[in-house]
T-cell receptor, first 117, second 115 residues
Framework: AQSVAQPEDQVNVAEGNPLTVKCTYS??????LFWYVQYPNRGLQFLLK??????LVKGSYGFEAEFNKSQTSFHLKKPSALVSDSALYFC???????????????FGKGTKLSVIP | EAQVTQNPRYLITVTGKKLTVTCSQN?????MSWYRQDPGLGLRQIYY???????DKGDVPEGYKVSRKEKRNFPLILESPSPNQTSLYFC??????????????FGEGSWLTVV
């Protein structure tokens, strides 16, 4: 079974400060890891993913995430937060070797990011 | 433009009145699925389809039906909606049949309220 934990329901950060949204995962094999963002009244937009290779993944809108296998984490980061980054962020995982079937992406419960002007 | 299109975006209906939420993608993706999003629960998969005429249950299939008669369309059917099906619904598609780390493309979401 695979699972994802986003330990913070809400993260508040001042504009211009660095931000981190935390994610830890559990899979039996090796993971595919994703971050999605949901702006108010909108669908989910893909930010970035880790498949293999470099542990530091760069994505859209200046976001990046670091895959840490020993800590089973995939935290989302941005060096300087913008008010427009305020949204709901979802981490998701899929076991690389789960094979055919549901393409089951397991999502975390989401973290609401508020960037304060 | 590559997109997943859902309709309706907003719907208020009454208990027991059958409804269908349509989903269409223009990317020729084999894999499509439906999720529901509820506060504090994240996204949970309802049904998925690996190709035309191939569908299967996700984590929360009770009270829903789907069909996949054409590659581009994957409608979600609520035969007898109940208030616990009030939720935000997302359709999604993925290239291939779901074996890899391909990115999921989501629709804009359909807000459904059952009274």
């Amino acid at each position: 079974a695979q699972s994802v934990a986003q330990p913070e329901d809400q993260v508040n950060v001042a504009e211009g400060n660095p931000l981190t949204v935390k994610c830890t995962y559990s899979v039996s094999g090796n993971p595919y890891l994703f971050w999605y963002v949901q702006y108010p009244n909108r669908g989910l937009q893909f930010l970035l993913k880790y498949i293999t290779g470099d542990n530091l993944v760069k994505g859209s809108y200046g976001f990046e995430a670091e895959f840490n296998k020993s800590q089973t984490s995939f935290h989302l980061k941005k060096p300087s937060a913008l008010v427009s980054d305020s949204a709901l962020y979802f981490c998701a995982v899929r076991d690389k070797y789960s094979g055919a079937g549901s393409y089951q992406l397991t999502f975390g419960k989401g973290t609401k990011l508020s960037v304060i002007p | 433009e590559a997109q997943v299109t859902q309709n309706p975006r907003y719907l208020i209906t009454v208990t027991g009145k059958k409804l269908t939420v349509t989903c269409s993608q223009n990317m020729n993706h084999e894999y499509m699925s439906w999720y529901r999003q509820d506060p504090g629960l994240g996204l949970r998969q309802i049904y998925y389809s690996m190709n035309v005429e191939v569908t299967d249950k996700g984590d929360v299939p009770e009270g829903y039906k789907v069909s996949r008669k054409e590659k581009r369309n994957f409608p979600l059917i609520l035969e007898s909606p109940s208030p616990n099906q009030t939720s935000l619904y997302f359709c999604a598609s993925v290239p291939g049949q779901g074996y890899s780390g391909n990115t999921i493309y989501f629709g804009e979401g359909s807000w459904l309220t059952v009274v």
